[in-house]
C-alpha cells in the first residue's frame, strides 16, 4: 500500500492566509485513514499560501492557494487531483510542467533542508532526518580541535552580513582566556524585509539547536543564549518546545550523550531595538542594560557577555554548522565561489512576481534568483534595481544584475550582502523615496550613543525630506554625499557606518533621479507626493462617481453622469480614486 | 490584566520575589510588569525598585529605550501596521495615513473610546503578503487603504453588537 503524508504549511505566513481552517479540515477528514497528517514549516512558496503538500511514495505534489473545500475535495479524490486540484498544482516531482518546479530545482537546500518537512515540534521527525547525528559524530569522533578545522576548511563565514570566517572566529574564543565561555545565537532579525531566521526557527528548530551544541563542544562553553526578538512569538514557542526536547534527549544538559561535556540554552527575548543586532549592543541587552554598543576590541572572543569569551553567530550561520559536520568540509565546499562556500537564504520580496524564501548557491547571479526563481517582475513592469542588505545595504541598479551572490562582488557594487533580505524594486519604486525610508528607520533605530550616528542620519534625513518635496538644491546633492561619507567613517557601530549606503548607492547609480527631483520638482517614478498630481480625464470619465465616494478628504466633486474633478490643494494623494475609477480616467502627474 | 486600583499588592509581591536576587534581569522585570498591569505603572516601577535595590533611573533608562515598554494602558485592541521595506514598496504609508485619519490618532496613541491602539512596527515578517497589519493576533495581508479601513470598521461594529 502506497505510504502517503500530507503537509501543511503553518508558519507565520501560511497562518496568515487561513492555513489553519485548512488543516483543521483535512484532520477531520484523515481521521482513522493511513495517511499521515503533519503541521510543518515554511516551504518557501509564500505567494501561494496556504500551501499543502500529498508525499505519495516520496513523491511530492505541492499545492497552492487551498482552502477548506479544496482539502475536502483532495481527500474525496483519495489524492488523484480533479480539474480543480489540478490547477492549483505549483510543484509536483511527476508533472514537468508544473509551474515552479524550475523554481524549486534551481534551489539547494542545506539550511532550509526541512524546512517545511518537519513537524517542527517533533524531535523523533528531526531525527529521522537526521538531525543530532553530527552532534553525536563530533563528540564521539573529534577533538573540538577538529571539529574547529572542518568548519575553518568548509570556508563557512558568517550569514548575518559581515562574511567573517566562522571557523576562525571559534578559534579564537577556543584560544580566550577566561571561565565560563558563552555562545549567543543571535536571532535579533530586525532588517524590515527580512523573515529568513524566523523561518528557520519555526520550521526546524533543531538545527540551530544543534549548530549552537556542536559550536559550544568546540569553543568550550558551558552556556548559550538565543536572543530572539519578541516579535516572533511563533519561533519561540517552537524554540522552548525544541530545546526541552532536545534536553529530555540528553543532547542538552550534563554528559551529554555519555560525554564529559555539559551544555544548556537560554532564550533571551529582545524587547524592540534594532541596534540590538549588533553584536556587543546584544550583549548589553542580555545582561539587563540598554542595548547601546561599545567601541571594538576587546572582540566578544576575548570579552563578551559578563565579560567573558563569547562566540556569537546568527541563526543561519548556525544552522550551516550540522550539515559541515555530517557531510564533511569538502562537501560543503563544492557550493559557492572560491571564497564564499555553500549556500545563502534570501527572503525575496518587494515588486517580484512570486516572493519567498530561497536558498540557492553562492555564486548565482542575482538575475537568476529574480527571474528564475521569483518569477520576474510582478504585472510584467520593468525591473529597476533590488534592494540588498536591508538598511545597511544598498540598491543594485538593473545593469548589474549579472553580479553574482558572493560577499566580495556584492560587497564591489556598494551594496552588501546583509542577512539575506531581497527587495526588488520596479519602474514604479523612487530611489529617493526608498533611501529616504531607510534613512528614517536607521535614523529613529540609531541609539543615540555617537554624534555622527545621531546627528549625521538626523541631517541626512532632513535634506532628503528636501529633495523629495521638491525643496532641494543643488548643493545638496554634494553635501548629502559628504555627510553619508563622514557617517560611515566616524560611527561607532555597524548602524552607523552602514547607513549611508542605501544613499550612497542611489546616488551613485540614480544620480539623475535626484537631480529630476531638484532641478525638474518631479519625481519620474510618480512617488514623493509633494511632486504628483493626480487628474481626471474628462473625456475617459463616465461621471460614476465612485472616486468621490471614497475620496478620504472629499477632494473629488462632480455631478452623476458627468465628468469629475479633482481640487489638488485639498487632495492628500492617497490614490484610492485612481484604484477605485472602473475606466482608467484618473492618471498621475 | 489588573488595574493599579485593584488591589495587586499581591501581584507586585509575586514578581519581586521572582526576581530577588537575580543579574542581568531589568528586561524580564520590566516585561513582568507590562504584562501583569497591560503597561509600567509609575507606582509599580518605584515599589519594585526600592524593594530590589534597582535605581529607577536604570529601569526607566531600560523601559525608554525599548520599544516594546509604554508607560500608558493600551486600548482593547492594538493595531500593528507594518512598515517594513517590502510593505513600503507596496504603499503602506498611504495606508498608514488613511488608518490614521479614520481613528484620529498618531503612531503610538490610542482611540478616545479606548478601542484601538496604533502602532506602526518595523516588520512584521510577512513580506510575500505586503503590505500586511495585525490586529491583536489575526494579520491581514495585500491591503489597501480602502479595506484596511473596512477591516477596524468590522472590529467597531463586533463591538456595538453589529
Known amino acids: 500500500m502506497a505510504k502517503i503524508a500530507v503537509r501543511v504549511g503553518m508558519a507565520s505566513c501560511g497562518l496568515a492566509s487561513g492555513a489553519e481552517p485548512v488543516y483543521k479540515e483535512l484532520k477531520e477528514l484523515l481521521e482513522g485513514k493511513e495517511v ?38 483532495l481527500v474525496n479524490s483519495s489524492f488523484s487531483p480533479t480539474q480543480a486540484l489540478r490547477e492549483k498544482i505549483v510543484y509536483s516531482d511527476e508533472i514537468k510542467e508544473a509551474p515552479e518546479n524550475r523554481r524549486m530545482n534551481k534551489q539547494v537546500r542545506i539550511v532550509l533542508a526541512n524546512c517545511g518537512i518537519i513537524d517542527p515540534e517533533k524531535i523523533d521527525e528531526a531525527i529521522s532526518r537526521g538531525a543530532y547525528e553530527a552532534l553525536t559524530k563530533a563528540l564521539k569522533a573529534m577533538s573540538p580541535e577538529e571539529v574547529i578545522d572542518e568548519v575553518y576548511r568548509s570556508g563557512l563565514r558568517g550569514r548575518g552580513g559581515a562574511g567573517f570566517p566562522t571557523g576562525l572566529k571559534w578559534k579564537f574564543t577556543r584560544q580566550a582566556k577566561g571561565e565560563p565561555k558563552y555562545i549567543i545565537c543571535n536571532a535579533d532579525e530586525g ?86 543586532g549588533e553584536e556587543t549592543a546584544l550583549m548589553a541587552s542580555i545582561e539587563g542594560k540598554r542595548g547601546m554598543p561599545r567601541p571594538r576590541p576587546p572582540f566578544p572572543a576575548e570579552s563578551g557577555v559578563w565579560g567573558k569569551p563569547t562566540n556569537i553567530n546568527n541563526v543561519e550561520t548556525y544552522a550551516n554548522v550540522p550539515w559541515i559536520i555530517r557531510h564533511g568540509a569538502d562537501n560543503f565546499a563544492r557550493y559557492g565561489t572560491e571564497k564564499s562556500k555553500g549556500t545563502k537564504v534570501f527572503a525575496l520580496a518587494g515588486k517580484v512576481a512570486k516572493g519567498g524564501l530561497v536558498e540557492v548557491p553562492m555564486g548565482m547571479p542575482i538575475r537568476e534568483v529574480i527571474f528564475d526563481i521569483g518569477g520576474g517582475i510582478a504585472e510584467g513592469k520593468k525591473i529597476k534595481a533590488v534592494q540588498m542588505g536591508g538598511p545597511s545595504g544598498g540598491c543594485i541598479p538593473s545593469w548589474l544584475l549579472d553580479t553574482p551572490i558572493d560577499y566580495e562582488s556584492i560587497t564591489a557594487t556598494g551594496a552588501i550582502m546583509g542577512s539575506g533580505g531581497m527587495i526588488v524594486l520596479d519602474e514604479t519604486s523612487c530611489v529617493v523615496d526608498v533611501a529616504k525610508f531607510f534613512l528614517n528607520f536607521t535614523q529613529r533605530e540609531s541609539c543615540g550613543k555617537c554624534p555622527f550616528c545621531r546627528i549625521g542620519t538626523k541631517r541626512m534625513l532632513e535634506i532628503l525630506e528636501r529633495i523629495s518635496d521638491g525643496k532641494g538644491k543643488m548643493e545638496d546633492l554634494d553635501l548629502l554625499y559628504e555627510l553619508a561619507l563622514q557617517v560611515k567613517e566616524g560611527s561607532l557601530c555597524g548602524l552607523g557606518q552602514t547607513a549611508p549606503n542605501p544613499v550612497l548607492t542611489t546616488l551613485k547609480y540614480f544620480r539623475e533621479e535626484y537631480e529630476a527631483h531638484v532641478k525638474d520638482r518631479c519625481c519620474p517614478a510618480k512617488v514623493c507626493p509633494s511632486l504628483i ?49 472602473p475606466v482608467s480616467a484618473i492618471s498621475v502627474e | 490584566m489588573l488595574s ?24 524580564q522585570l520590566l516585561s513582568k510588569i507590562q504584562n501583569t498591569f497591560g503597561y509600567l505603572p509609575q507606582e509599580v516601577i518605584s515599589k519594585v525598585s526600592k524593594e530590589l535595590d534597582i535605581p529607577e533611573a536604570t529601569l526607566y533608562g531600560v523601559a525608554t529605550f525599548y520599544a516594546m515598554f509604554r508607560f500608558k494602558p493600551l486600548g482593547k485592541y492594538t493595531i500593528k501596521l507594518c512598515r517594513g521595506t517590502a510593505c513600503h514598496v507596496q504603499g503602506s504609508l498611504l495606508i498608514a495615513q488613511e488608518v490614521m485619519r479614520y481613528l484620529g490618532v498618531s503612531e503610538g496613541e490610542t482611540t478616545d473610546d479606548g478601542l484601538f491602539t496604533l502602532e506602526l512596527v518595523a516588520c512584521l515578517g510577512c513580506c510575500s503578503l505586503a503590505p500586511v497589519m495585525m490586529v491583536e493576533d489575526d494579520v491581514y495581508g495585500r491591503l489597501t487603504p480602502d479595506k484596511a479601513v473596512k477591516v477596524l470598521e468590522s472590529y467597531r461594529k463586533a463591538e456595538r453588537g453589529e
Open chain 1, 191 to 276: 532588517d524590515p524585509g527580512a523573515f529568513m531566521d524566523r523561518s528557520v526557527l519555526e520550521g526546524d528548530p533543531h538545527t540551530v539547536i544543534e549548530g549552537m551544541i556542536i559550536c559550544a563542544y568546540a569553543v568550550g562553553a558551558s552556556h548559550g543564549y538565543i536572543y530572539c526578538r519578541a516579535e516572533y512569538p511563533l519561533a519561540i514557542k517552537r524554540l522552548n518546545i525544541a530545546l526541552n526536547q532536545a534536553r529530555q534527549r540528553n543532547f542538552l544538559g550534563n554528559n551529554i550523550l555519555g560525554s564529559s561535556f555539559n551544555f544548556d540554552i537560554e532564550i533571551k527575548e529582545g524587547a524592540g531595538a534594532f541596534v540590538c
Open chain 1, 533 to 581: 498630481h493626480y487628474v481626471i480625464d474628462s473625456e475617459k470619465c463616465i461621471g460614476c462617481t465612485r472616486c468621490a465616494r471614497i475620496c478620504p478628504v472629499g477632494a473629488i466633486t462632480g455631478k452623476v453622469k458627468e465628468p469629475h474633478k479633482i481640487d489638488d490643494s485639498k487632495c492628500v494623494r492617497c490614490g484610492q480614486c485612481k484604484q477605485t475609477c
Open chain 2, 4 to 27: 493599579v486600583e485593584q488591589d495587586d499588592e499581591q501581584a507586585v509581591r509575586e514578581i519581586i520575589e521572582m526576581f530577588k536576587g537575580k543579574k542581568g534581569i531589568t528586561i
Open chain 1, 36 to 73: 499521515t497528517l503533519k503541521q510543518v514549516g515554511c516551504i518557501g512558496l509564500c505567494s501561494y499560501e496556504p500551501l499543502v503538500e500529498v508525499d505519495i511514495d516520496g513523491k511530492r505534489t505541492i499545492y497552492g492557494d487551498m482552502t477548506p473545500a479544496l482539502a475536502q475535495e
